[in-house]
C-alpha cells in the first residue's frame, strides 16, 4: 500500500522516499510495527477478552501447574494474525502473488481456528469444531494454494545448473537459466543434484505427465498444509511453546526467502532463483515481529493463550510459505519439533490400540502425549516403568526453553544442509 505511494514520491524526488526500494528498509519497519502491534495493542485484546470472560476451560489430566491455568483468556491468536497482516498490507508490494497467497493462507486459518475457538468458548463445546470440518477447510486451502502456484504465470524460477570441473569434480561455478521457466521443482537437502521435478513421479502417465504432475503437486501440498498446521495445533500446550517454536522456524524461512530471491546467495548455496520471493522476507519478519510480541503475554506464566486461531494459523504459513520458496522437503527438520509432536500421538494411539487388541489391555509408550506433556506428568511410562526407574517431573518453563533450544539447532542444520551436500 505504502510501496505505491512512496514510489510515487520518489518519481518526484521527495527526500528519502526511495528508501522504500529496498527489501531491508521495508522489512526492518514490518519486523517493528509487528512488535509494536503484538505488544500495545495486545493489551487492549486481553483487557477485551477478560470482559467478555473469554477464558481457556481446563481438564483435570494430573499435570503440574495445570489447574492454575483456568480462565487465562484464549483466542490471543487474534493478536498475531492481526500484528501479521497490518505491516503485510502496508509495506510489502501487494500485486506480488507470493504476498497473496500467503494473505490468503493467513485469514483463512485464522478464521477456521477463531470458528473452533469460538464454538469451545461460546457454545460450550470443548470438542469445537468437528475434526472433519477442520479436514475439508485445510485440504480446501492446500487446493487453492497448490492450483495458483502450478498454473500461476507468476509463478516462475530460474533453475540453477553446476557447472563441474571434470578432473576434481568438484563445483566451479552455478549458472541460471536466462529464460525464466514454470516448472514444479524443489529443492532437496543433502545430495549434490538437488533439484528434484515432481514430474518425475508423474512419467508413467505418458501425454499426460503435465495433469499427473499437477495432481501429484496438489496432494503434496494439501499433505504438507495439513501436517504442518495440525503438528503446531498440538504443539500449543504449553506457555510459549508454539510462538517461540514458530518465531525461531520464521527466522528461517525468512532467511530462505532472501537468500532464494537474490542471485548472488542463491549462487553460492547452488539453489534455485525465485524471483518476487523478496518480498516474503517482509512477510516473514511481520511473523517473527508478531509471535515474539506475543510471547510478552503468552510467555509462562500465560496471560493469554493464542488458541486455534493462532495455532493453526501459524503452521499454516509456515508450511505455505516453505512450499512457496520450494523448500518444503527441509520441514521434517526445520519444523521437527511439530513432527515430534504429531509422531508422538500416533506412536502412543497406534501402540495402545495394538496392545488393547493383543493383550486385551492398552499400554501407552508415554505417560501423556503430545510429547511435551510426558515430561510433565508424574510417574512412569514405557521404558521407564519397566526398569522401574524414577522419574521427576521437568517444570513447564524449563520444558519449553529447551524445546526451544531444539528448534534453533534444527533451524540451523536446516540452513547448513543447502551447504553441506
Not at 147 to 154: K, N, Q, T, V, Y
Amino acid at each position: 500500500m505504502l510501496y505505491d505511494l512512496f514510489l510515487y514520491l520518489d518519481q518526484i524526488d521527495f527526500p528519502g522516499a526511495g528508501m522504500f526500494k529496498y527489501i531491508s528498509f521495508r522489512a526492518i519497519l514490518a519486523l517493528v510495527l509487528s512488535l509494536f502491534i503484538s505488544t500495545t495493542i495486545g493489551r487492549r485484546i486481553i483487557d477485551k477478552l477478560r470482559q467478555k470472560q473469554i477464558g481457556e476451560t481446563v481438564r483435570e489430566l494430573g499435570l503440574e501447574g495445570q489447574l492454575s491455568k483456568k480462565g487465562t483468556p484464549t483466542m490471543g491468536g487474534i493478536i498475531i494474525i492481526i500484528a501479521i497482516i497490518v505491516p503485510v498490507l502496508l509495506f510489502t508490494r501487494l500485486n506480488n502473488i507470493y504476498v497473496i497467497i500467503m494473505l490468503i493462507t493467513t485469514i483463512w486459518l485464522g478464521s477456521l481456528g477463531f470458528a473452533d475457538d469460538y464454538i469451545k468458548v461460546f457454545k460450550k463445546n470443548k470438542e469445537g469444531l468437528r475434526g472433519h470440518f477442520k479436514i475439508v477447510a485445510q485440504v480446501g486451502l492446500g487446493l487453492i494454494v497448490g492450483l495458483i502456484l502450478f498454473f500461476s504465470p507468476e509463478v516462475v524460477i530460474h533453475e540453477n545448473t553446476e557447472v563441474r570441473n571434470e578432473i576434481e569434480n568438484v563445483i566451479e561455478d552455478v549458472h541460471y537459466h536466462t529464460e525464466k521457466t514454470k516448472s514444479a521443482i524443489t529443492t532437496i537437502p543433502f545430495v549434490k543434484n538437488n533439484n528434484f521435478d515432481y514430474a518425475w513421479l508423474a512419467s508413467w502417465a505418458g501425454d499426460y505427465t503435465r495433469q499427473a504432475t499437477c495432481v501429484i503437486f496438489i496432494i503434496v501440498v494439501i499433505f504438507i498444509v495439513t501436517a504442518v498446521s495440525n503438528g503446531a495445533n498440538l504443539t500449543d500446550g504449553l506457555d510459549g511453546l508454539a510462538a517461540g517454536s514458530s518465531a525461531i522456524i520464521g527466522v528461517a524461512l525468512g532467511i530462505l526467502a532472501y537468500t532464494s530471491s537474490h542471485i548472488e546467495f542463491a549462487s553460492f548455496l547452488n539453489i534455485m532463483f525465485i524471483p518476487g520471493a523478496q518480498e516474503l522476507v517482509i512477510f516473514a519478519c511481520a511473523f517473527i515481529g508478531a509471535t515474539i510480541g506475543f510471547l510478552w503475554y503468552n510467555a509462562y506464566p500465560a496471560q493469554v493463550f493464542m488458541g486455534d486461531t493462532g495455532s493453526l494459523t501459524l503452521g499454516g504459513i509456515i508450511a505455505v510459505f516453505a512450499i512457496i520458496i520450494r523448500k518444503e522437503l527441509l520441514i521434517p527438520i526445520l519444523c521437527g519439533i511439530f513432527l515430534a509432536e504429531s509422531f508422538s500421538v500416533i506412536i502412543q494411539v497406534f501402540y495402545f490400540k495394538y496392545t488393547k487388541r493383543k493383550y486385551g489391555e492398552g499400554k501407552r509408550i508415554f505417560k501423556m502425549t503430545p510429547l511435551h506433556h510426558h515430561f510433565q506428568k508424574p510417574g512412569n511410562a514405557g521404558i521407564s516403568a519397566i526398569i522401574q526407574k524414577p522419574f521427576n517431573v521437568v517444570p513447564e518453563s524449563k520444558i519449553v526453553v529447551r524445546f526451544w533450544l531444539i528448534g534453533i539447532i534444527l533451524a540451523a542444520i536446516a540452513l547448513i544442509t543447502l551447504k553441506v551436500r
